[in-house]
């Protein structure tokens, strides 16, 4: 173990799961716990390239349709705040294997959807179950790492973490070339299904029964109380979750903006995309170079002052009507690159300081914000007059909510930023 681990809240004598050190044992864990992570962003990304086609098949509107992917985000969020106290109650195993069997089942049924009443109704459910996979592979990780040794392990993890919603919509555009829009929640379901078998063959319980703590709901809301009190916590899970919706925000907008104010093609956006997506990709990597050299704050700290040099300059850019496509794609990859260092390292300086009994709790919690935030703050975008997000609405955004998420870090810290 690091020097940096903390300690956890598991009583003398009891049996804990070592981590793995082979390095064929830690790929098949990140192969799991990517998989797993993978599914819950693949299911709100990949179908909307094909928005136009289901509004027209199920005859409801384009707000209508819309609804579906708030209803997948809203089941996302109260999924894990569901699940995450039922894993640290029950053990990490059988919500997950619940949730992952719902989730395949509910995949299948979208296909077979009469009505956009049903399939909202449907994507709710979808997003309660798909909520097992990001919660307890968060509160896996917890269990067998910590410290430095968690940090290297969530760089790998968060190539898929990333990587999912940003390339989902091109997944699912070149779906509809081959087939209609069912086709993405037969990949789903298979995707979930294949979740499941590695689940119930490769991956072990990491919650010993001693450390296992039931929670009614006075002692649930008492837990929750807690952690919303504690700086420590509140502060780098406010700052994943604000950088979420900057994350956020780009995806929803770009494609708009790119096509409409740059005269791009798709084939060019898609481009674009992959760019920024190699660059999120460098920035895990990069940050897992620096594991055992730099502290984790620091880390953290560089890459949400990155960030926020990035998206100020992409709005002074747009403001001043000097942007240019270059430019804008460059700042955004920048940008990307530093979620690389956001993402994990947030998310280890959460948890880390949160004993084993209560990391499901937790993790759900940071979560839940995660997708609460990133949510409603992306949305912002669309308010202009046009009803349509502009580059200028989008840095406005971007830019915003980089400023709170420096401040959240500082405000958890209690330290200047240097």
Excluded: H, K
Aim: with cysteine; hydrophobic share 55%; charged share 10%.
């Amino acid at each position: 173990m690091s020097s940096s681990s903390s300690p956890t809240a598991v009583p003398e004598g009891a049996a804990v799961l070592r981590p793995p050190r082979s390095r064929g044992a830690i790929a098949l864990l990140v192969l799991v716990l990517g998989v797993l992570t993978a599914t819950g962003p693949l299911a709100t990304d990949m179908y909307l390239p094909a928005f136009p086609q289901i509004t027209e098949e199920l005859g409801a509107s384009e707000a209508q349709i819309g609804l579906t992917l708030t209803a997948i985000m809203l089941g996302l969020a109260v999924g894990q705040l569901v699940i995450g106290p039922m894993s640290d109650a029950w053990g990490r195993r059988r919500p997950l294997l619940v949730g992952v069997s719902l989730f395949t089942v509910t995949s299948v049924l979208c296909v077979f959807v009469p009505d956009v009443t049903a399939f909202i109704v449907l994507r709710f459910v979808q997003g309660v179950a798909g909520a097992a996979g990001a919660v307890i592979a968060r509160a896996v990780v917890r269990d067998m790492f910590q410290g430095d040794d968690a940090v290297r392990f969530f760089s790998r993890l968060a190539l898929v973490m990333m990587l999912a919603p940003l390339l989902a919509p091109l997944v699912g555009a070149q779906l509809l070339l081959v087939g209609p829009w069912q086709l993405s929640f037969w990949v789903l379901a298979a995707m979930s299904a294949l979740s499941l078998v590695l689940v119930a063959l490769w991956l072990p319980e990491s919650l010993p029964v001693e450390a296992r703590r039931a929670q009614g709901p006075r002692v649930l809301l008492a837990t929750v109380g807690s952690l919303v009190r504690d700086r420590r916590f509140m502060g780098p899970v406010l700052s994943l979750g604000l950088s979420f919706g900057m994350l956020f925000t780009y995806v929803s907008a770009f494609s708009f903006v790119s096509q409409n104010e740059f005269g791009v093609s798709p084939q060019t956006y898609g481009w674009l995309f992959a760019v920024n997506a190699l660059a999120s990709m460098l920035g895990t990597q990069g940050n897992g170079l620096l594991v055992g050299r730099v502290d984790t704050r620091r880390r953290l700290a560089a890459g949400l002052s990155v960030a926020l040099f990035s998206v100020v300059t992409l709005l002074v850019v747009a403001l001043a009507g000097v942007a240019q496509l270059w430019s804008v794609s460059a700042l955004l990859a920048l940008m990307m690159f530093s979620v690389g260092f956001i993402m994990p390292n947030a998310t280890v300086t959460a948890l880390d300081g949160q004993p084993a009994s209560v990391a499901g709790t937790a993790s759900a919690l940071m979560g839940s914000l995660q997708f609460a935030l990133g949510g409603s703050v992306a949305a912002l975008a669309g308010l202009t007059p046009s009803g349509e997000a502009s580059l200028v609405s989008m840095a406005v955004v971007m830019a915003s909510v980089a400023v709170l998420s420096l401040g959240a870090f500082v405000w958890g810290s209690r330290v200047r930023v240097v």
